[in-house]
């Protein structure tokens, strides 16, 4: 079946580094997305990896893919307090030789002054 | 550069009633993608349309249906509205054919159902 979980909430202190998990199930999803959500607007694409790259890093994000295990994660350094949101993961899965998009329920980032 | 834009930001409806939301997608852009996103949920799949077609359906009844326009942009309807309907409908856009197939999201329609 398709599934992505992620765990519901994380606490930071600003200054400090988040960690946000994922797991995914379609093996073969051959992208993998991170969008972040604030209160009332839409969804932000923040960064993506393809299947085939083991880590990607772009200014305070490093995407770290371990496609043995399905598992993707999200590091934000020297997170600050304009960070706190919810973060979603997502797959992109072919299906009948198109792409579907499969998202996570979403992990929200509280970051503390 | 416009962005993706949804009209209406905000609609209540009641029990029953029809109810019909747009989007225009990002300049250059030729597919959209309509995504329900229940209270504390990640965004589900509803359908994608490119090329004036629906390509893809998630699990929604047939009582949400679509359309694409020549100038590439959408309507979402649904009918015989449930309380359950009631959720934020995102629109994103892509480019069809594009390796990365990243998509863009518009700042959605918060529908509340009574």
């Known amino acids: 079946g398709e599934d992505v979980e992620q765990s519901l909430f994380l606490s930071v202190r600003e200054g400090d580094s988040s960690v946000i998990n994922c797991t995914y199930t379609d093996s073969s999803s051959t992208y993998l997305y991170w969008y972040k959500q604030e209160p009332g607007a839409g969804l932000q694409l923040l960064t993506y990896i393809f299947s085939n790259m083991d880590m990607k890093q772009d200014q305070r994000l490093t995407v770290l893919l371990n496609k043995k295990d399905k598992h993707l994660s999200l590091r934000i350094a020297d997170t600050q307090t304009g960070d706190s949101a919810i973060y979603f993961c997502?797959?992109?899965?072919?299906?009948?030789?198109?792409?579907?998009?499969?998202f996570g329920t979403g992990t929200r980032l509280k970051v503390l002054a | 550069d416009a962005g993706v834009t949804q009209s209406p930001t905000h609609l209540i409806k009641t029990r029953g009633q029809q109810v019909t939301l747009r989007c225009s997608p990002k300049?250059?852009?030729?597919?959209v993608s309509w995504y329900q996103q229940a209270l504390g949920q990640g965004p589900q799949f509803i359908f994608q349309?490119?090329?004036?077609?629906?390509?893809q359906r998630g699990n929604f009844p047939d009582r949400f249906s679509g359309h694409q326009f020549p100038n590439y942009s959408s309507e979402l309807n649904v009918n015989a509205l449930l309380l359950g309907d009631s959720a934020l409908y995102l629109c994103a856009s892509s480019l069809f054919g594009q390796s990365t197939d990243t998509q863009y999201f518009g700042p959605g329609t918060r529908l509340t159902v009574l």
């Open positions: 349309y490119y090329e004036e077609e629906e390509r």
């Open positions: 300049s250059g852009h030729d597919t």
């Open positions: 997502a797959e992109r899965a072919t299906v009948s030789g198109t792409y579907k998009y499969i």
